[in-house]
C-alpha cells in the first residue's frame, strides 16, 4: 500500500493550488483526478483576487506563458442601459486584472506545474471508498486499467469539484436556496470584437431580471457564449441540437449581431441544478474545498476564485495540522470561506431580484459606492473595510429602495 503525507482528491483549480503549496512546504503530496485531461469545463472568467492564490502557490508564473485573454472589468448590459467596471478603479488593493481562461487549457497547465513540481498527479483515477480518522486516512481507488488500489495518508483535501466525492460518500450534501437554474453554451468565432469587447465579461440582463447571457472573449479570437435561465427554459433551449439557443444568440437585440454569422466550435453544451450547498466542510482527516464546499451561481464568475482561495486556505491549515499544531477548523477555515461565500450570495440574490440592477444602471451612483462594488466583483470578498463586503446582506435591498425613491422624486417634479 502506497503511503503519502496529503492525497488531494481533483486536479483542478482547488486541487492543484493546495497540492503546490503543501509541495513547497516539504510535504509527499498525491493528486487522484477522475479524468483525464485536458477536459472541457466552466468557470472560464477569473477574478483579480484569484492572482494572489496563484502567486502564493507558486503556479502564476506557468500561467502567465500562456497568453491568456487579459480580464481588466466587467460590462453589465440591460437594453440601452450598461454599466462598466474597470478593477484598476477598485476600492481594495490588489490586482487590477486577471485572465479569461478555456478551462482545458488553464486547468492543464496548472496540473502541468504542479507535476513539475514534484507533486504525483495522477488522471483517470476515480475514488471509490474512503475511511477517515483522526490520525490515518484510507482510499481505494480504481485506475484506467479497472485496477483497483489503495493508498494511505496523513490527511485528504477534497477538492473534486461537481463530482463532489466525500460530500457524496459521507452524506454532506444539503440542497441550495436558490431556485433551479441551469445554463446553456458554447464557443463562437467572433469576428466582430474589438479591443473593449476582448478586455472585458459582458453581461446581458433579460427576462425582468431571471435570466442573463455571458460573453466571454478569447486570445485565439473565439469567445464563450452561455445563456442561463431557470430549468424549463434552458431545457428548452438544449433541444434539437441547440437550435432554440443558435437563434437567440443571433436574434438577441442587445448583441447587436455580433453573433449573427458566427460559427460554433462544438455544439451546445447544458447542465441543469448546479447549485448545491453543504452541511460542513471539514471532518476527523480531511477538508472540502473548491466546488466540493459549496456552488452558488455563474453570474459573478465567483466559482474559482473560491476554488482557489478554499484551495489555498485548505493547504495553510493542513500544513497547520500536520506540524502538530491545533486547528480551530470551524473559525480557521469554514467561517472564513463562508464569510466570502455569503457575500457573493447576497449579490447573487441582489443580482435576481433587481436590486444590482436598479444600484449600477442608474445615472445617480456614486463613483465612491461603484468602486467599492467593483472590489466585490474582483473577488476581494474578506475586505472587511470594504461597506459593500461588511453590510452584504443589507446594503443592496437598501441603497436600491432609496435610488428608487430619488428616481421618483427626479421624475415627478415639473
Request: with cysteine.
Amino acid at each position: 500500500m502506497q503511503t503519502v503525507d496529503v492525497v488531494v482528491i481533483g486536479a483542478g483549480p482547488a486541487g492543484t493550488v493546495a497540492a503546490s503549496y503543501l509541495k513547497k512546504q516539504g510535504y509527499n503530496v498525491t493528486i487522484l483526478e477522475k479524468e483525464k485531461f485536458p477536459r472541457f469545463q466552466i468557470g472560464e472568467s477569473l477574478l483579480p483576487c484569484c492572482m494572489e492564490h496563484l502567486d502564493q502557490s507558486g503556479l502564476l508564473e506557468a500561467v502567465k506563458t500562456k497568453n491568456f485573454q487579459k480580464k481588466t472589468g466587467a460590462a453589465f448590459m440591460k437594453g440601452e442601459k450598461r454599466c462598466e467596471f474597470l478593477f484598476s478603479e477598485q476600492f481594495t488593493k490588489g490586482w487590477t486584472w486577471t485572465w479569461q481562461v478555456k478551462r482545458a487549457d488553464f486547468d492543464l497547465t496548472l496540473a502541468e506545474a504542479t507535476r513539475a513540481k514534484g507533486v504525483d498527479v495522477n488522471f483517470e483515477c476515480e475514488v471509490l471508498k474512503v475511511t477517515c480518522s483522526p490520525e490515518v486516512q484510507h482510499i481505494e481507488y480504481k485506475d484506467a486499467d479497472g485496477q483497483i488500489h489503495e493508498i494511505r495518508s496523513k490527511f485528504i483535501i477534497d477538492s473534486s469539484g461537481y463530482g463532489r466525492v466525500l460530500p457524496r460518500l459521507f452524506d454532506l450534501s444539503k440542497p441550495s436556496a436558490f431556485s433551479p437554474r441551469g445554463a446553456i453554451f458554447s464557443h463562437l468565432e467572433d469576428k466582430n470584437r474589438n479591443e473593449k469587447t476582448s478586455n472585458n465579461i459582458f453581461v446581458h440582463s433579460f427576462d425582468n431580471n431571471k435570466s442573463w447571457i455571458w460573453a466571454i472573449p478569447f486570445s485565439d479570437g473565439s469567445t464563450s457564449v452561455g445563456i442561463v435561465g431557470d430549468k424549463e427554459k434552458i431545457t428548452a433551449m438544449a433541444e434539437n441540437g441547440g437550435e432554440a439557443y443558435k437563434n437567440f444568440i443571433r436574434e438577441f437585440e442587445d448583441l447587436s449581431g455580433r453573433f449573427k454569422d458566427s460559427e460554433l466550435k462544438f455544439e451546445p453544451r447544458h447542465i441543469l441544478g448546479y447549485s448545491i450547498g453543504v452541511k460542513k466542510m471539514y471532518g476527523d482527516g480531511f477538508v472540502l474545498s473548491g466546488n466540493s464546499t459549496e456552488f452558488l451561481d455563474p453570474i459573478f464568475s465567483s466559482g474559482v476564485t473560491f476554488a482557489t482561495a478554499s484551495g489555498l486556505l485548505s493547504a495553510k491549515m493542513t500544513h497547520k495540522h500536520l506540524q502538530g499544531k491545533v486547528v480551530d477548523w470551524e473559525n480557521e477555515y469554514e467561517k472564513v470561506i463562508q464569510k466570502g461565500i455569503d457575500v457573493f450570495r447576497s449579490y447573487v440574490s441582489g443580482w435576481y431580484s433587481g436590486d444590482f440592477q436598479t444600484i449600477v444602471f442608474t445615472p445617480l451612483i456614486d463613483n465612491d459606492i461603484k468602486n467599492q462594488i467593483c472590489s466585490v466583483l474582483a473577488g476581494y470578498v474578506w475586505d472587511q473595510t470594504n461597506p459593500f463586503v461588511k453590510k452584504h446582506d443589507t446594503i443592496l435591498p437598501t441603497l436600491a429602495k432609496v435610488i428608487k425613491m430619488k428616481e421618483k422624486t427626479t421624475e415627478d417634479r415639473p
